[in-house]
DNA sequence: CATTCATATGAACGTTGGTTTATGTTGTCT
DNA sequence: AGACAACATAAACCAACGTTCATATGAATG
């Protein structure tokens, strides 16, 4: 029931990445684009599951689709992905980096 | 529930900053240690609430505490502060930078 | 030692959120 | 057009979580 006029806040960005399935998400898609069904195969996530976790990946704005034949193809938003070297990912209101 | 004697996923350690109390509790305590009855103050939150929170900082290794009198005083655990400069919180699996 | 201050704990409640099952939609191929 | 493949959506269920209220603990002070 957030309206969506007022910005949303950090926490809720990383309510969304603080779900297991929503975070493997994220970290696959790092490598680069990928299509649903390979998704499904590397974590090992039903589909009908796996595609609710990616409506609210899609509706925080952190990765956008594309079509490619029956295929749906996955990445990260723009703005989400930072610096060429590190493995970090930019939420707007703060940096998440996993390299120690 | 968690069985101690395996690690804590990186996953958990964000459940524990994807709430907007215990967010605010990190954030606070970047400016150093805090007392709890000045935490209920900065951050209005009953005593009992932000107790309750407070524990789950505990639990989850992010804080330390020392007592000074009656009063207690909360700190972020040592190895979750990071750089001298940044505004980042290591959380072992991976690190938080609120510098954009 | 009784009281008060400062904080912690326990239990009960309501809501949110992840999972499952079933069905719908969109695209492709023959 | 029919059939299948790839993915999305809806509804229902259950468990985890945040909140509240009541009570307990521990330290200090008279």
Redesign the interface.
């Known amino acids: 029931m957030a309206n969506s006029t007022e910005p949303t806040?950090?926490?809720d960005r990383?309510?969304v990445?603080?779900?297991?399935t929503r975070?493997a998400v994220v970290e696959s898609l790092m490598a680069g684009p990928q299509r649903v069904g390979v998704l499904m195969d590397r974590l090992h996530v039903e589909q009908s599951l796996l595609s609710h976790h990616l409506k609210v990946l899609r509706e925080a704005g952190l990765v956008d689709t594309e079509r490619d034949g029956k295929a749906v193809v996955y990445r990260l938003a723009d703005y989400v992905k930072t610096d060429s070297a590190g493995q970090a990912i930019n939420l707007?209101?703060?940096?998440?980096?996993?390299?120690?």
């Open positions: 806040a950090c926490v990383l309510k990445l603080a779900d297991a975070l707007g209101c703060c940096r998440l980096s996993f390299t120690p």
